[in-house]
């Protein structure tokens, strides 16, 4: 048996779009995650009724071995959910500082403190302001970008 080959692609998707992939993947797992509990509630409700009076009288066994498989989901659901929080953690790694926290804009400079409804490039978050500025974010913004290497 010989090992599997990747298929060459055409288009190899950048940084940013990988990393929308994985978002997009850990938020369907999310909600597959909680279809999966819905489902389980809903099983947990017929078996004990709505009133609490047990329809379908489980002997105390039945009760146990219902708890005991009931309990075995819950423990998957919540270390998929660890797994995905990881993998959550792992793609926020790959995402660019916001912005380096310091406004270089005048206003900014000449009042010494950045005021609430300040209007400048990095604020508004226009890609111009990272064009320019020489700051080691702005420069790390521009090679997550591809504008530089």
Not at 66 to 83: C, P
Not at 101 to 118: A, D, L, Y
Request: charged share 25%; glycine share 2%; proline share 7%.
């Amino acid at each position: 048996m010989s090992m599997p080959e990747i298929p060459k692609m055409t288009h190899r998707p950048d940084k940013k779009e990988v990393i929308i992939d994985l978002l997009e993947s850990i938020a369907l797992e999310e909600v597959a995650l909680s279809h999966i509990l819905n489902a389980e509630a809903e099983k947990i409700q017929a078996f004990v009724g709505k009133c609490l009076d047990f329809p379908t009288k489980p002997n105390n066994h039945e009760i146990l071995t219902f708890n005991k498989s009931v309990q075995s989901l819950l423990e998957t659901v919540v270390m998929k959910e660890w797994l995905l929080l990881k993998k959550l953690e792992d793609v926020l790694e790959f995402l660019p500082p916001l912005h380096h926290g310091k406004c270089c804009c005048p206003s900014c400079k000449e009042n010494r403190k950045h005021p609430s409804n300040c209007h400048c490039p990095i604020c508004e978050g226009h890609e111009k302001h990272h064009a320019n500025c020489q700051c080691p974010t702005c420069k790390e913004h521009r090679v997550w970008k591809g504008y530089e290497s």
